[in-house]
């Protein structure tokens, strides 16, 4: 009942810039938090950053400093500015929303994951 869309991913050199965009659509009546999460070859699933409706931020300690997320509450959109980007940065990016329904009931949505690759 929400879908999440992802863009903006690709290949960079390292140092390089990308800006991940995501868009939030469905029976939505508000969304409470909106994230980034990460997952390289072989790996788990990580948190790279959150932001709260308020405008309240987290960020892992590996992206302190070099990625901001923000976030359009009128367009239920998050973005994350990859600045400086490394090559262990390199993973598919998903997007994550926590929410209430219009039927009120809660949900937690994922999109379908956008991959950034660095290159060294």
């Known amino acids: 009942q929400v879908q999440l869309v992802e863009s903006g991913g690709g290949l960079v050199q390292a140092g390089g810039s990308l800006r991940l965009a995501c868009v939030a659509s469905?029976?939505?009546?508000?969304?409470?938090?909106m994230g980034w999460y990460r997952q390289a070859p072989g790996k788990q699933r990580e948190p790279v950053a959150t932001?709260?409706?308020?405008?309240?931020?987290n960020y892992a300690d590996s992206v302190k400093g070099r990625f901001t997320i923000s976030r359009d509450n009128a367009k239920n959109t998050e973005y994350l500015q990859m600045n400086s980007l490394k090559p262990e940065d390199t993973a598919v990016y998903y997007c994550?929303?926590?929410?209430?329904?219009?039927?009120?009931?809660?949900?937690?949505?994922w999109g379908q994951g956008t991959q950034v690759t660095v290159s060294s």
């Open positions: 994550n929303a926590v929410g209430t329904l219009r039927s009120y009931r809660p949900f937690v949505s």
């Open positions: 469905g029976s939505i009546f508000s969304i409470n938090t």
């Open positions: 932001i709260t409706s308020g405008g309240s931020t």
